[in-house]
């Protein structure tokens, strides 16, 4: 079992950054892919960005360039570093981990991109 608690959101004018914090407790965090989702108002849930177990990282065309993830094994923690917002980034991000799927997501957090 693998419990996600995210950090980090806010409210940031377009054009700034943010950085997202995943911890996560239970056991293996190293073995687990993780992975950032982010769910818009009346909209699906989409992947934001991958990390594998190795490091080996894959991002959504719409924040390739300006968001970046990363984990520390030895903190259990991975992270979204968001850079240029825009108002289209607007969601709830979501952590999930997970071995051959994601298994195990936190309860989100809210950012909120001005104009």
């Known amino acids: 079992q693998v419990q996600l608690v995210e950090s980090g959101g806010g409210l940031v004018q377009a054009g700034g950054s943010l950085r997202l914090s995943c911890a996560a407790s239970g056991r293996a965090f190293s073995s687990h892919s993780m992975g950032w989702f982010r769910q818009a108002p009346g909209k699906e849930r989409d992947a934001v960005a991958h990390i594998s177990r190795s490091g080996s990282t894959h991002y959504a065309d719409s924040v390739k360039g300006r968001f970046t993830i990363s984990r520390d094994n030895a903190k259990n923690t991975v992270y979204l570093q968001m850079s240029s917002l825009k108002p289209e980034d607007t969601a709830v991000y979501y952590c999930?981990?997970?071995?051959?799927?994601?298994?195990?997501w936190g309860q989100g957090t809210q950012v909120t991109v001005s104009s």
């Open positions: 999930a981990a997970g071995v051959a799927t994601y298994e195990y």
